[in-house]
């Protein structure tokens, strides 16, 4: 996501703060290579001009061109310029204090829509509120299917209607459903069509009458780039939505959609979707993403990813057995999929702040090690985990059959293991424990 507009402002800052002084030349030129990228990014133009004309009558003030780090400071107006770009605060989805709370969601087919249900199932739950999911979507085969798999996914109920029910009284039954059985929010999914149609206009506005919708999210895909602004707006103007939702911004999404969704729409964004798992939900926040898009990392979102990853008990389990020097295979097998749980390693790199490109490629682990050491781990007992010393020559051989790799793939595993153990010792015993190199003779 925005990786390609990322590089792209990176070398036009790096270009910036290299200049010792600036003028107002300089900061002209290098906002038109801004502006080209965001273009290029699928930033609809007049949201760009308008982005690059507001920093621009910022960036040339005396107090900017005079000031120690010029280029620094461009930067910063910019990043702040993206925030106001991007809606300034995060907006969360409302409650209503008349339970459920009823979502509509709309948009064309294709979109992820029914994926979202689940995730924002998921998400709801892990707040402690249940959900009752419903599919009005009666056109596309095996949609209600589809959408009853998603909340088992989530853990969450849904609830279906008999064969051949019109979509408003699917709507009208489904909401009784949930008041009777006391849910707190109902996720209403709705039929998309292949374009914008009246049709599926109407439909929605009768869905949104009959259920007295507290909340209309419009998803949109955001690999449609541009179009999804012509589709955002659209739906704003028919139907009325309170909210966005931009889905498949994992894949080779340039990120347009999203700059340029807040001020074509006047509707703030609540949620990027990320990967067809239904974890991969984001709260959208302003702020942070402008961060990531200028490559200064997100500290707060990957704390939040290994809060929901990291068993907090569990974890402080294992700091405990690490103070005594006390860790097994055991606990290496736990965070090795607790890690896992927080996404591909790429991803967590890119939100550690200051790293630079290259650092970030030296860095990543080889992945396919980490699955042959959870492999590995698997096909030992939990005995041999506990007491990795009993690991002779003939369970190594059984164990490196049983995961698909090989005795001296083992071998290597348990030497970095013990290598480990090592480090942790010295780290706990100070400065002695490395030889002494800590403390000079007196």
Do not use: C
Not at 66 to 94: C, F, N, W, Y
């Amino acid at each position: 996501m925005f990786e390609a507009l990322t590089d792209r402002l990176e070398g036009v800052f790096r270009r910036l703060r290299g200049e010792g002084r600036l003028s107002p030349e300089n900061v002209r030129e290098s906002l038109r290579d801004v502006r080209r990228a965001l273009l290029e990014a699928d930033v609809q133009l007049s949201v760009a001009k308008d982005f690059v004309s507001r920093v621009e009558a910022r960036a040339v003030g005396e107090d900017v061109l005079k000031s120690l780090t010029p280029g620094q400071q461009v930067v910063g107006i910019v990043h702040d310029e993206l925030v106001q770009l991007l809606g300034r605060t995060p907006v969360t989805l409302a409650g209503s204090p008349h339970l459920p709370t009823v979502v509509l969601l709309a948009g064309l087919q294709g979109s992820g829509k029914t994926t979202f249900a689940g995730k924002l199932a998921k998400w709801l739950g892990e707040r402690g509120k249940r959900t009752l999911l419903v599919s009005a979507d009666v056109y596309r085969p095996a949609a209600i299917d589809q959408l009853q798999r998603v909340a088992q996914g989530a853990g969450q109920s849904s609830w279906r209607a008999a064969e051949a029910t019109p979509p408003v009284e699917i709507a009208r039954a489904g909401l009784d459903e949930a008041r009777r059985r006391g849910f707190d929010f109902m996720i209403l999914d709705t039929a998309g069509r292949l374009h914008i149609d009246q049709d599926l206009m109407d439909e929605l506005q009768a869905l949104k009458r009959e259920v007295h919708a507290h909340q209309v999210l419009l998803v949109l895909d955001g690999m449609t780039g541009q179009e999804a602004v012509r589709i955002g707006k659209a739906f704003a103007e028919q139907v009325g939505v309170d909210g966005l939702v931009i889905t498949k911004m994992d894949g080779d999404a340039r990120g347009g959609a999203a700059l340029s969704l807040r001020a074509a729409t006047g509707k703030p964004i609540l949620f990027l979707g990320v990967g067809e798992k239904l974890d991969g939900l984001e709260p959208f926040d302003p702020a942070r993403l402008a961060g990531r898009i200028l490559g200064m990392g997100d500290v707060v979102g990957l704390v939040e990813r290994a809060r929901v990853a990291v068993d907090e008990r569990e974890a402080a389990r294992q700091a405990e057995r690490l103070r005594k020097s006390d860790l097994t295979l055991q606990d290496f097998l736990e965070q090795l999929r607790q890690l896992q749980k927080m996404g591909p390693m790429e991803e967590l790199l890119k939100m550690l702040p200051g790293v630079p490109k290259a650092a970030l490629a030296q860095a990543a682990p080889d992945t396919r090690k980490l699955k042959r050491f959870e492999a590995i781990l698997s096909s030992m007992t939990p005995v041999e985990r506990l007491r990795p010393r009993i690991l002779d020559g003939s369970r190594r051989r059984r164990i490196a059959a049983g995961s698909g790799t090989t005795v001296p793939e083992v071998n290597q595993l348990l030497r970095d293991f013990d290598q480990a153990k090592i480090m942790v010792k010295r780290m706990r015993h100070g400065p002695r424990g490395f030889g002494g190199l800590g403390r000079g003779r007196r």
